[in-house]
Nanobody, 125 residues
Framework: QVQLVESGGGLVQAGGSLRLSCAASGRTINYYRMGWFRQAPGKEREFVASITLNGVSTYYADSIKGRFTVSRDNAKNTVWLQMNSLKPEDTAVYYC??????????????????WGQGTQVTVSS
């Protein structure tokens, strides 16, 4: 079992930045693909970004490409999502997720096995 706890959300003006953290416990995340998802009110949970086991490869949703960066430090059992040039449409609850082995490359939330409780990000115009 992996427990995930997100932090770093908050209220920011459009054009601002936030850095979300996801701290894992229970097991090392070395063998887990990690991902970030978000869910806005009345909408389905959507893929934001993912990062492979060793951090070499990253994948992003088109809507945030070039503005967000996902990274990880397996020694710290932590994953981050750096969010720059934030827009009001980025407002959502952001979730960290872990994909247990055998991992896949899909952005389908059903492929992820463990989830954090989420952190609210609100971007004002």
């Amino acid at each position: 079992q992996v427990q995930l706890v997100e932090s770093g959300g908050g209220l920011v003006q459009a054009g601002g930045s936030l850095r979300l953290s996801c701290a894992a416990s229970g097991r090392t995340i070395n063998y887990y693909r990690m991902g970030w998802f978000r869910q806005a009110p009345g909408k389905e949970r959507e893929f934001v970004a993912s990062i492979t086991l060793n951090g070499v490869s990253t994948y992003y949703a088109d809507s945030i490409k070039g503005r967000f960066t996902v990274s990880r430090d397996n020694a710290k059992n932590t994953v981050w999502l750096q969010m720059n040039s934030l827009k009001p449409e980025d407002t959502a609850v952001y979730y960290c997720a872990a994909d247990a082995p055998p991992v896949s490359l899909t952005g389908d939330p059903r492929s992820f096995d463990y989830w954090g409780q989420g952190t609210q990000v609100t971007v004002s115009s």
